[in-house]
């Protein structure tokens, strides 16, 4: 049985927060493959984009630092991302002529 990659815990806020992210990301990749598992590709090209989209979004909608969860699990990563908001968030009302493509209104 292989043995897992210590999940990891990570704190972001302020301005490069994605690119430290990625870079956790891309470190915990590193362990999870020196750990003898597989990663598809297509797994190892879509995670930066998850974690970027996920911890931006968070600092971006809530006035407070996130933080960032990864795990290893039944083959695949666990990628988890907390923002400092205790509520659930609401979509912004919009006329029908304000939703957008892209979910911003723009």
């Known amino acids: 049985m292989m043995a897992d990659p210590a999940k990891r815990h990570c704190p972001f806020e302020g301005s490069g927060a994605a690119a430290r992210a990625r870079e956790e990301l891309r470190h915990y990749l590193d362990d999870v493959l020196a750990c003898g598992h597989l990663v598809p590709q297509a797994v190892q090209d879509a995670a930066p984009v998850v974690v970027s989209e996920l911890v931006v979004n968070a600092l ?5 630092p996130c933080t960032l969860d990864l795990g290893w699990a039944q083959g695949g990563i666990e990628i988890d991302v907390t923002d400092a908001n205790p509520h659930c968030p609401r979509p912004p009302s919009r006329t029908r002529t304000e939703a957008r ?3 911003d209104g723009r």
Not at 60 to 64: A, D, E, I, S, Y
């Open 60 to 64: 971006r909608h809530t006035c407070g």
């Open 101 to 103: 493509a892209g979910g």
